[in-house]
């Protein structure tokens, strides 16, 4: 996972942001806040979440391994009681074995795009039709939902896979397109500090550009003074944005191919794209194909 925590102050402009990784791929920022509101966003650039379209394509699933049909009823396959078992981890937030009303709800609106909350007597009635403790899902309780779905579905699975695709799953029933972390907050004193946590799927790039424009290596380019490169690069990553400060669109080609041991978001480590006046753009995230072994960035630029 490929993520940074960015802190930006009422105005959206950036304060601090992590920068240590963990060896476990965590990663913390410590700051001392004067008083005042602040926003926490964690940015998780798409560099592990690539979608191999063409991996997809040759392999069209239509449920097969989902579902199947004994003595005239169908029943979950053992593979998706474990994708189920998975999901019902990722979405039980303290760990504690039990899913509240609160992560019962983000699972919700996740898989049914809802963003009404889910009411008490929903709730309850939730509870009384599967196993639950303490006025909470078990694990069991879980997997008796996705069993019932089963036993109303008639062998058609399109359901359980827009359920699967939406949670991040590819047709493999891998889990390629999202990534589940946690964000946990503490604070030594925090009289006159409001902090509030950004869902993380309504960041855009913004707040990630001030960062490396503020903190990467600034080039012009070769063929338009007016064009900016900001490199930025760390010991797991590295980020590079192209800022066209000029009063007309341009086409800016950014080429990686001769770096070692890397891999881009894009398709491709050469990368083009067409840029309108004042705009900037992140072209590469980057990072090792092998992180255990030395990798060097090297780049290219063209504008036209």
């Known amino acids: 996972m490929d993520l940074t925590l960015l802190l930006l102050d009422s105005n959206s402009r950036l ?25 926490l966003t964690a940015y998780l650039s798409p560099c592990y979440l690539i979608n191999n379209n063409n991996n997809n394509k040759n392999n069209n699933n239509n449920g097969e391994d989902l579902i199947i049909k004994k003595n005239g009823k169908y029943e979950m396959t053992l593979m998706y009681k474990e994708i189920i078992a998975d999901i019902f981890d990722s979405i039980d937030l303290n760990g504690g074995g ?6 019962f709800q983000s699972y919700t609106k996740l898989t049914c795009g809802e963003d009404e909350d889910l009411e008490d007597d929903d709730w309850a ?57 946690i964000v946990e907050l503490s604070a030594l ?20 550009m001030q960062m490396v424009k ?17 490199i930025y690069v760390t010991d797991h990553n590295a980020c590079i ?19 070692r041991n890397v891999r881009s978001h894009q398709k491709s480590l050469r990368h083009s794209s067409k840029l309108p006046p004042n705009t900037p753009l992140i072209f590469h995230h980057i990072v090792p194909i092998n992180q255990a072994e030395k990798w060097i960035l090297q780049l290219i630029d063209t504008v036209q």
Do not use: P, W
């Not at 304060?15 to 926003?39: H, M, P």
């Not at 990467?216 to 490169?229: E, H, L, P, Q, Y």
């Not at 950014?254 to 770096?259: M, Q, R």
């Open 189 to 208: 004193d925090s009289e006159g500090v409001a902090l509030r946590c950004d869902d993380v799927n309504g960041v855009d790039h913004t707040s990630y």
């Open 214 to 230: 503020k903190e990467g290596t600034k080039i012009k380019s070769r063929d338009n003074r007016n064009v900016n490169i900001y």
């Open 241 to 259: 944005v192209v800022d066209n400060q000029d009063d007309k669109c341009v086409v800016t080609t950014i080429d990686c191919s001769s770096s």
């Open 15 to 39: 304060v601090s942001y992590s920068q240590e990784r963990g060896s476990k791929g965590s990663t913390s920022l410590l700051v001392d806040l004067k008083k005042g509101s602040y926003n």
């Open 125 to 181: 009635v939730v509870l009384d039709r599967v196993d639950s403790r303490s006025g909470k899902i078990t694990k069991t309780g879980f997997l008796d939902l996705h069993r019932m779905d089963i036993m109303d579905c008639d062998g058609d699975t399109s359901d359980m896979l827009d359920t699967l695709s939406r949670l991040g799953y590819n047709n493999k029933m891998e889990l390629d397109k999202a990534s589940h972390f």
């Open 98 to 103: 039990l899913l509240d009303k609160k992560e």
